[in-house]
C-alpha cells in the first residue's frame, strides 16, 4: 500500500486528528483493559449480533481519498484510514473484514445500518444531531472542517465570490450544508454523489469550486495538476463510526473499548501517520 503524505496548511486553524500521545517516564506502556486483554493483543469478540459469522461487515461510500479506496494488497480490498482502524478492530477480534460499497445517503441515514446490510458504517461521516437520531455512534475518531478548492488562478478566491459561479459539492454531506448556508445569493449548488464525479466535472469545467471536507479536497490537489484550496472553514466536525440504533449495543462499547485501547498503545498513532503528516 502507497504511503500518502499530506501537509497540513491550516495555519492554526483545523485540528489534525484525535491522536494520542505516549508516556515519556519510561514505564511500561502495556495496559489491561477491562476484558483482560493486553491493548495491541487479540480481544475476545462478545455476543456481537453480527451480519454474518465471523466477519465485521462495514459500508462505505467509496472512494474517498484518504480514508477510503480500493487497495488489492490489503487483506479486505480497500485501505485507508478509516478501513485501516477498523482492519485493526476486526483483527483484535479475530473476525474477517468484509467491505460493501454503500451509496452515502444510505449510510448518512441510518438506512443501511438499520437493514442490516453491515455492522458498521466506516465512511469520514460528521456525527451530527440529526444524524444521531437514526445512528448510534462510536466516539469521535477524527477532526476536520470544510474548505473551497478551485482552480489554480481562478478568480474566485473566496466563497463569497461564487454569486454567479457553479459550486459542486456532495449531496446529504455537511459540505452541503454548509454552502447552502452560506454561499451568496446566485450561487449554483450542484450536488453530485460521490468525490470522483465531483472531480470529473471540475476537469471538465462545469464546475468553477468544490466545497467539500479539507482532508479529500487536500488529496485532488496532490493528486491533480491545477487545483489550490482557496479557503479552509472551521467547523469544527468530528468522524465517528455509525451503527444501528436498536441492538448495536455490544458492538458499540466494543468498538470504544478498541478505539481507546488504540490510542493508548499507539496503534492509532502509527496509522494516523500512513495518511497525515505535518511536515
Same mark, same amino acid.
Given at each position: 500500500?502507497?504511503?500518502?503524505?499530506?501537509?497540513?496548511?491550516? +495555519? %492554526?486553524?483545523?485540528?489534525?486528528?484525535?491522536?494520542?500521545?505516549? $508516556?515519556? $517516564?519510561? $514505564?511500561?506502556?502495556?495496559?489491561?483493559?477491562?476484558?483482560?486483554?493486553?491493548?495491541?493483543?487479540?480481544?475476545?469478540?462478545?455476543?456481537?449480533?453480527?451480519?454474518?459469522?465471523?466477519?465485521?461487515?462495514?459500508?462505505?461510500?467509496?472512494? !474517498?481519498?484518504?480514508?477510503?479506496?480500493?487497495?488489492?494488497?490489503?487483506?479486505? %480490498?480497500?485501505?485507508?484510514?478509516?478501513?485501516?482502524?477498523?482492519?485493526?478492530?476486526?483483527?483484535?477480534?479475530?473476525?474477517?473484514?468484509?467491505?460493501?460499497?454503500?451509496?452515502?445517503?444510505?449510510?448518512?441515514?441510518?438506512? +443501511?445500518?438499520?437493514?442490516?446490510?453491515?455492522?458498521?458504517?466506516?465512511?469520514?461521516?460528521?456525527?451530527?444531531?440529526?444524524?444521531?437520531?437514526?445512528?448510534?455512534?462510536?466516539?469521535?475518531?477524527?477532526?476536520?472542517?470544510?474548505?473551497?478548492?478551485?482552480?489554480?488562478?481562478?478568480?474566485?478566491?473566496?466563497?463569497?465570490?461564487?454569486?454567479?459561479?457553479?459550486?459542486?459539492?456532495? %449531496?446529504?454531506?455537511?459540505?452541503?450544508? !454548509?454552502?447552502?448556508?452560506?454561499?451568496?445569493?446566485?450561487?449554483?449548488?450542484?450536488?453530485?454523489?460521490?468525490?470522483?464525479?465531483?472531480?470529473?466535472?471540475?476537469?471538465?469545467?462545469?464546475?468553477?469550486?468544490?466545497?467539500?471536507?479539507?482532508?479529500?479536497?487536500?488529496?485532488?490537489?496532490?493528486?491533480?495538476?491545477?487545483?489550490?484550496?482557496?479557503?479552509? !472553514?472551521?467547523?469544527?466536525?468530528?468522524?465517528?463510526?455509525?451503527?444501528?440504533?436498536?441492538?448495536?449495543?455490544?458492538?458499540?462499547?466494543?468498538?470504544?473499548?478498541?478505539? %481507546?485501547?488504540?490510542?493508548?498503545?499507539?496503534?492509532?498513532?502509527?496509522?494516523?501517520?500512513?495518511?497525515?503528516?505535518?511536515?
Amino acid at each position: 500500500m502507497n504511503k500518502t503524505t499530506r501537509v497540513f496548511a491550516l +495555519a %492554526g486553524v483545523l485540528a489534525l486528528g484525535l491522536t494520542a500521545c505516549g $508516556d515519556d $517516564d519510561g $514505564d511500561d506502556d502495556t495496559t489491561t483493559d477491562d476484558n483482560g486483554a493486553e491493548n495491541g493483543d487479540e480481544m475476545p469478540a462478545a455476543d456481537l449480533d453480527l451480519v454474518a459469522d465471523g466477519t465485521l461487515t462495514i459500508c462505505s461510500d467509496l472512494p !474517498y481519498a484518504v480514508f477510503e479506496f480500493e487497495d488489492a494488497d490489503a487483506p479486505s %480490498g480497500y485501505s485507508g484510514f478509516d478501513i485501516d482502524l477498523v482492519q485493526e478492530m476486526a483483527d483484535r477480534l479475530e473476525l474477517d473484514l468484509e467491505v460493501i460499497v454503500t451509496g452515502f445517503d444510505a449510510i448518512e441515514s441510518g438506512a +443501511a445500518m438499520a437493514a442490516d446490510q453491515c455492522d458498521l458504517a466506516a465512511s469520514a461521516m460528521t456525527i451530527t444531531e440529526e444524524r444521531a437520531a437514526n445512528i448510534a455512534f462510536s466516539d469521535p475518531y477524527f477532526e476536520t472542517g470544510q474548505s473551497l478548492l478551485v482552480p489554480t488562478g481562478s478568480e474566485a478566491t473566496t466563497l463569497a465570490d461564487f454569486g454567479d459561479l457553479t459550486l459542486g459539492v456532495q %449531496g446529504a454531506t455537511t459540505g452541503e450544508a !454548509y454552502a447552502t448556508e452560506n454561499a451568496p445569493e446566485g450561487t449554483e449548488i450542484v450536488g453530485m454523489p460521490d468525490d470522483p464525479t465531483l472531480r470529473q466535472a471540475i476537469e471538465a469545467g462545469t464546475l468553477h469550486g468544490i466545497l467539500q471536507d479539507f482532508d479529500t479536497n487536500l488529496t485532488i490537489t496532490e493528486e491533480l495538476e491545477g487545483y489550490e484550496i482557496a479557503e479552509v !472553514y472551521d467547523t469544527g466536525e468530528e468522524y465517528g463510526f455509525g451503527m444501528k440504533v436498536e441492538g448495536s449495543e455490544a458492538l458499540l462499547e466494543q468498538v470504544n473499548e478498541l478505539l %481507546g485501547a488504540m490510542r493508548d498503545d499507539g496503534t492509532y498513532d502509527e496509522i494516523h501517520s500512513r495518511y497525515f503528516s505535518a511536515d
